[in-house]
C-alpha cells in the first residue's frame, strides 16, 4: 500500500501562485507514475498533470499547460504542483495520486491504484 497527503492548499487572488505537496510513504518503490487532478463542486475528477518517476516526463491538461508545474524528489518521496498565474476556474480540490501500473494513459483517472485526500484550493477575483 501507498499512502499520499497532500499540503499547500488555501486561498489566493487571480494571478497569485500557490505549491501543492504530496508526501507518499508505504510501498513507494512499486509505484511508476504520480498525477494531480482536481475537482470543482458538481464537476467530474479532471486530470492536470503527471510525472513518470521513471524517468521524469512531465503531461499537462490544456487548460494549465505553461502555468503549472510538476516535479518531484524521489530520495524524499515528494511530488509538487507549482501553480502560477491561477485563475478562479482553477479553483477546486486537488488530488494527488499514484500508479503501480506502468504503461497506460496518464491522464486516466481509472490507471491510478492510491489517491490522497485532497486540498482545497480556492482563486478569488
Known amino acids: 500500500q501507498v499512502q499520499l497527503v497532500e499540503s499547500g492548499g488555501g486561498l489566493v487572488q487571480a494571478g497569485g501562485s500557490l505549491r501543492l505537496s504530496c508526501a507518499a510513504s508505504?510501498?513507494?518503490?512499486?509505484?511508476?507514475?504520480t498525477a494531480w487532478f482536481r475537482q470543482a463542486p458538481e464537476k467530474e475528477r479532471e486530470f492536470v498533470g503527471a510525472?513518470?518517476?521513471?524517468?521524469?516526463?512531465?503531461y499537462y491538461s490544456d487548460s494549465v499547460k505553461g502555468r503549472f508545474t510538476i516535479s518531484g524528489d524521489n530520495a524524499k518521496n515528494m511530488v509538487y504542483l507549482q501553480m502560477n498565474n491561477l485563475k478562479p476556474e482553477d479553483s477546486a480540490v486537488y488530488y494527488c495520486?499514484?500508479?503501480?501500473?506502468?504503461?497506460?494513459?496518464?491522464?486516466?483517472?481509472?490507471?491510478?491504484?492510491?489517491w490522497g485526500q485532497g486540498t482545497q484550493v480556492t482563486v478569488s477575483t
Open positions: 510525472r513518470s518517476l521513471i524517468d521524469g516526463t512531465a
Open positions: 508505504g510501498r513507494t518503490a512499486s509505484t511508476y507514475r
Open positions: 495520486a499514484a500508479t503501480k501500473t506502468n504503461g497506460g494513459s496518464p491522464r486516466s483517472r481509472r490507471e491510478y491504484d492510491y
